[in-house]
């Protein structure tokens, strides 16, 4: 089965980015995977922020539009969320997935800490 591994989490001031990366293992990405960002919050509440489509078009939550950037790179099966002008209100754990025929496959999360 895909195995999601991810990584970039940190500390990190208000108003600085960072960037998550996710490789998947296993069987490789395919442009018709769906992939995407979740963030469970400090309150334990997950969300979607972002997401790209098998066609290649991106959603991005409210909260993150214009801060946030999800990319994929098929050649290398890699996924990355950059964020922008980070908030505390972005920190929490941070989730990639990938979802393929209608089967869901999760990383093992990533924590990002944003001080103000």
């Known amino acids: 089965q895909v195995e999601l591994v991810e990584s970039g989490g940190g500390l990190v001031q208000s108003g600085n980015s960072l960037t998550l990366s996710c490789v998947v293992f296993?069987?490789?990405?395919?442009?018709?995977?769906?992939v995407g960002w979740y963030h469970q919050t400090q309150r334990n509440e997950r969300e979607k922020v972002a997401l790209?489509?098998?066609?290649?078009?991106?959603w991005y939550v409210d909260s993150v539009k214009g801060r946030f950037t999800a990319s994929r790179d098929i050649s290398i099966n890699m996924m990355y969320l950059k964020m922008d002008r980070l908030k505390p209100e972005d920190t929490g754990v941070y989730y990639c997935?990938?979802?393929?025929?209608?089967?869901?496959?999760w990383g093992q999360g990533t924590q990002v800490t944003v001080s103000s």
């Open positions: 296993g069987r490789g990405l395919d442009t018709s995977d769906i």
């Open positions: 997935y990938v979802q393929r025929d209608n089967e869901e496959f």
């Open positions: 790209i489509n098998g066609s290649g078009s991106s």
